[in-house]
T-cell receptor, first 115, second 117 residues
Framework: GAVVSQHPSRVICKSGTSVKIECRSLDFQATTMFWYRQFPKKSLMLMATSNEGSKATYEQGVEKDKFLINHASLTLSTLTVTSAHPEDSSFYIC???????????FGPGTRLTVT | AQKITQTQPGMFVQEKEAVTLDCTYDTSDPSYGLFWYKQPSSGEMIFLIYQGSYDQQNATEGRYSLNFQKARKSANLVISASQLGDSAMYFCAMREGPAGATNKLIFGTGTLLAVQP
């Protein structure tokens, strides 16, 4: 099956700094990538949808200036959490789709802790 | 209104028995897809099974089957012959619109399944 990787798997950063999370589709071209956020024992909440070469579409309530998403190639999307605060601590999961079928492949997730 | 509803926050099942995890959905789009994912404590999302709104038969994948009742807007997951490794969080999700147009998924709140020996 298709493989999606995320890097880093865990990151701890200080309040006020920025952190970048990468999502890569390893063996297929992902025309669309999705970024989700999950709080402990909660559901996945879609943050934004990114299509290669165009601006991301953010869900209502998600600050686009705080969560910068770039989808520069068909195999890479990045999420940058700018000026991180402790309330940004969460599990961030990406998924990728080729857009040809219903299938959506999830990355293993990145656990962000802001101190 | 909730688009995807999972009313069971937690479920217990004895090893080797079958268990049904409930999921109801709400959409006015005639074309949609329903998914079930398993999330163990490690956090990865594992795809289990998919049902398209126009599929005539209920989906099955090994020990997983989806009891699709379109008129009731329910898509319950049935796990047969439960194993200890099935203990995890289970999420029901829906895609509105035809496959490929947008694969944006809406997730339910999840059901935590514990398989007891």
């Amino acid at each position: 099956g298709a493989v999606v990787s995320q890097h880093p798997s865990r990151v701890i950063c200080k309040s006020g700094t920025s952190v970048k999370i990468e999502c890569r589709s390893l063996d297929f071209q992902a025309t669309t990538m999705f970024w989700y956020r999950q709080f402990p024992k909660k559901s996945l909440m879609l943050m934004a949808t990114s299509n290669e070469g165009s601006k991301a579409t953010y869900e209502q309530g998600v600050e686009k200036d705080k969560f910068l998403i770039n989808h520069a190639s068909l195999t890479l999307s990045t999420l940058t959490v700018t000026s991180a605060h402790p309330e940004d601590s969460s599990f961030y999961i990406c998924s990728a789709s080729s857009g040809e079928t219903y299938e959506q492949y999830f990355g293993p997730g990145t656990r962000l802790t802001v101190t | 209104a909730q688009k995807i509803t999972q009313t069971q926050p937690g479920m217990f099942v004895q090893e080797k028995e079958a268990v049904t995890l409930d999921c109801t959905y709400d959409t006015s789009d005639p074309s949609y897809g329903l998914f079930w994912y398993k999330q163990p404590s490690s956090g990865e999302m594992i795809f289990l099974i998919y049902q398209g709104s126009y599929d005539q038969q209920n989906a099955t994948e090994g020990r997983y089957s989806l009891n699709f009742q379109k008129a009731r807007k329910s898509a319950n997951l049935v796990i047969s012959a439960s194993q200890l490794g099935d203990s995890a969080m289970y999420f029901c999700a829906m895609r509105e619109g035809p496959a490929g147009a947008t694969n944006k998924l809406i997730f339910g709140t999840g059901t935590l399944l514990a398989v007891q020996p």
